[in-house]
């Protein structure tokens, strides 16, 4: 993929009333654009995800894959508050020529859809083919499904749902305070918070996967009191997030799922989800605890015409990225 940057100089201003001067969006491309005749997927990514989509849902995207670049012209945008090339936490707040860390404002989703939409404008694309996200991703999908509900002919939406449950607001409020018991958290380095972050992370292994996943992979075959299996990974999974991502940057994007409600402001969940257009597919992981099956059967029931498939997987919510190829036939076979 071929990694671009574009830099709106107009002010943003969220939803919570904070103002941007300008902002920076990091997004990859593949595949060639004619304008009017290109069918284009746009992708929406995940929490600690990059605009690379072919490097965290290989199964799914890139040449020979169901999403196929000779095929189509793929986009994908790194959010705003991310820490792969977008404005946030560690970029330069030109009134202060320092980095943001703690100011950075927090971005609802409908806020990060919004920066989407600027992107979307400057590449001149009037029309999306298809628009798929899973997790978080899923949320900005249905989102801007609604926002611009003329412009998404095929909409999917895997592991996802039409608001963050209290069940997901219990976990990153627990993964923010992880964060901020580090006392390292609110210094002014990239590095702040790096242990909390650590922590956080273990606290969303154990909601990524389930008790059955972790019992077949990670029971131990001996009788050892210490070191196990399942500790070792625990560990290796924080280490892993921390070198590659950051912890204001996890703070500020579990504040961004929290605010997800497509119903906010606009009437009943049921009379909003009835405006999206799109001709949709819902796809749920049965082992999901994060983002159970429930909530993807009533968004596929309250959206008009929607189809619900559930895949059959024992990897929890990372289904959704593990099991890329079933979602790749799901979604070939519904845009057939």
Known sequence: MKTSLFHSKAPFTTESGKTLASMELS?????????GKSKVV?????????ADCFDWWPDLMGEGKAIDPQEYFI?????????YGSSGPTS???ETNAPYYGDFPVFTIRDIVRATILLREHLGIEKIHLLIGGSMGGYQCVEWALMENDKIENLALVATGARESAWGIAIHTSQRLAIETDPTYGEKNSDAGARGLKTARAIGMLTYRNYRAFVNTQTDEDDRIENFRSESYIHYQGEKLVKRFNAYSYWLLTKSMDSHNAARGR???EEVLKNINAKTI?????SDMLCPVDEQKFLAATIPGAKFVEIDSPFGHDGFLVEGETV???????LK
């Not at 746009?42 to 990059?50: E, G, P």
């Not at 819902?282 to 049965?286: C, F, K, P, R």
Request: glycine share 8%.
């Open 27 to 35: 997004y990859c491309t593949a595949g060639t654009f004619l304008p």
């Open 42 to 50: 746009w992708v929406c990514h995940a929490l600690t995800a990059s």
């Open 75 to 83: 986009v994908c945008m790194n959010i705003p508050s991310s820490c």
């Open 92 to 94: 330069v707040n030109p």
């Open 267 to 269: 009437g009943t969940m």
């Open 282 to 286: 819902v796809i749920g992981i049965s």
């Open 328 to 334: 790749g036939r799901l979604v070939k076979d519904f």
